[in-house]
């Protein structure tokens, strides 16, 4: 399986970007997808995540901003990101659990919010 995410770019403080992750195919047993980011000099950390039953989770900072859904027929979760920060510039990485605890990670896609 291979993920494909999309989306990143260039854009102002406020403005709204949206990402998607497409799997390669339907993740047999997955039970997580969801969002990473990596800022410059700084950890990865998680974005947010969306579980099987539809139910979310997001990192405080992202909270009322940052909004993860799916379409299950075509394999993609998607990150409406708006009201967007500079502090929210970074690579954003997607990713997929599965309950066999195998991780897929797709490729980063770089967010840049200009002040």
């Known amino acids: 399986v291979q993920l494909q995410a999309s989306g990143g770019g260039l854009v102002q403080a406020g403005g709204s970007l949206r990402l998607s992750c497409a799997a390669s195919?339907?993740?047999?047993?997955?039970?997580?997808r969801g969002w990473y980011r990596q800022a410059p000099g700084k950890e990865r950390e998680l974005v947010g995540i969306?579980?099987?039953?539809?139910?979310?989770n997001y990192e405080d900072s992202v909270k009322g901003r940052f909004t993860i859904s799916r379409d299950i027929a075509k394999n993609t979760v998607y990150l409406q990101m708006n009201s967007l920060k500079p502090e929210d510039t970074a690579v954003y990485f997607c990713y997929a659990k599965t309950v066999y605890e195998r991780v897929y990670w797709g490729q980063g896609t770089l967010v840049t919010v200009s002040s």
């Open positions: 195919r339907k993740i047999s047993g997955v039970n997580a």
């Open positions: 969306i579980l099987n039953n539809g139910l979310t």
